[in-house]
């Protein structure tokens, strides 16, 4: 098997979105060849409310799915749709925005808001699919204790171990939430044909054949082809999120919360806004 070995890494910068809220931008438009299918992820850690309850109100997406993971926190949530509700810390949130929905998120003050939101690309075909909500609470991520306690590894979608995590409706993606403690290694075989990322919530780590080190926190590794991923944590142990999925190697047309394949896909889109047609 052919171990991947770390490609180029990106360290995530502060940005505020929304109404206000502090976060941190980690990949994005420059990112999108060597993530796709994946388009955008921004984490969230902070522990002053100020910083965020202003939250993202009324919005639109077209195009794509968003998909939120809380570690602590708490989000409520309403769309266009009559859609609402909340995400609670250990839950994750699988939104299908296809062919339009408008929606809000309000992340509520607590202790400590840690978490992320990814955005993934949907196919040509499914671009303007109905739209669809997914809560996948605490039960249904499936956790695997690593052998001889070295960690922990919670399942959002895709497999580990042959434990299976949810089942999806338009990308099939690699989605997990590894921790490792000190010393600890992980081998897992993945697709050759995925494309691979990682996004370290906490600590160091070494990955690959190379022994690339990742140094802090709020970093994202990008890796190389290969047919298995590697992974030893530092002494101070590492927490990760891993995403792997196969490229649509499609055109994409962006445009803030829009993403489309033809410019004017997306002009259709805002004038549909403007006009009030957006909502199908």
């Known amino acids: 098997?052919?171990?991947?070995?770390?490609?180029?890494?990106?360290?995530?910068?502060?940005?505020i979105d929304g109404a206000g809220v502090h976060l941190i931008r980690v990949l994005g438009p420059d990112n999108v060849r060597d993530i796709d299918p994946f388009l955008m992820l921004d984490a969230f850690d902070s522990r002053n409310p100020e910083d965020y309850i202003r939250g993202f109100?009324?919005?639109?997406?077209?195009g794509i799915e968003t998909?939120?993971?809380?570690?602590?926190?708490?989000?409520?949530?309403?769309?266009?749709?009559?859609?609402?509700?909340?995400?609670?810390?250990?839950?994750?949130?699988?939104?299908?925005?296809?062919?339009?929905?408008?929606?809000?998120?309000?992340?509520?003050?607590?202790?400590?808001?840690?978490?992320?939101?990814?955005?993934?690309?949907?196919?040509k075909e499914d671009k303007m699919a109905e739209p669809h909500y997914f809560d996948i609470d605490q039960d249904m991520i499936k956790s695997i204790n690593l052998p001889n306690e070295e960690g922990v590894v919670k399942i959002i979608?895709?497999?580990?171990?042959?434990?299976?995590?949810?089942?999806?409706r338009h990308i099939q993606a690699t989605i997990l939430d590894i921790s490792l403690n000190s010393g600890a290694e992980i081998e897992i075989p993945l697709d050759s044909e995925n494309n691979l990322f990682i996004y370290i919530f906490d600590g160091e780590g070494y990955f690959g054949e190379k022994k690339d080190i990742i140094v802090g926190?709020?970093?994202?590794?990008?890796?190389?082809?290969?047919?298995?991923?590697?992974?030893?944590?530092?002494?101070?142990?590492?927490?990760?999120?891993?995403?792997?999925?196969?490229p649509l190697n499609?055109?994409?047309?962006?445009?803030?919360?829009?993403?489309?394949?033809?410019?004017?896909?997306?002009?259709?889109?805002?004038?549909?806004?403007q006009l009030g047609t957006f909502i199908k």
Do not use: C
């Open 67 to 123: 998909i939120t993971y809380l570690i602590k926190g708490e989000i409520i949530h309403k769309d266009s749709l009559g859609n609402g509700g909340t995400i609670h810390e250990g839950q994750s949130q699988w939104m299908t925005a296809g062919r339009g929905i408008l929606h809000e998120e309000m992340p509520q003050g607590t202790e400590w808001l840690f978490g992320l939101q990814i955005w993934l690309n949907l196919p």
């Open 250 to 273: 499609e055109p994409i047309a962006w445009g803030g919360p829009i993403v489309m394949n033809a410019d004017e896909e997306l002009d259709e889109a805002f004038r549909e806004l």
């Open 157 to 168: 979608s895709g497999s580990f171990d042959s434990v299976k995590g949810v089942d999806t």
């Open 1 to 15: 098997m052919k171990i991947r070995n770390v490609l180029k890494t990106v360290k995530g910068h502060p940005t």
């Open 57 to 62: 109100p009324m919005h639109p997406h077209r």
């Open 217 to 246: 926190n709020k970093t994202v590794a990008i890796f190389d082809e290969g047919d298995s991923f590697k992974a030893r944590a530092s002494a101070n142990g590492l927490r990760f999120m891993l995403f792997a999925a196969k």
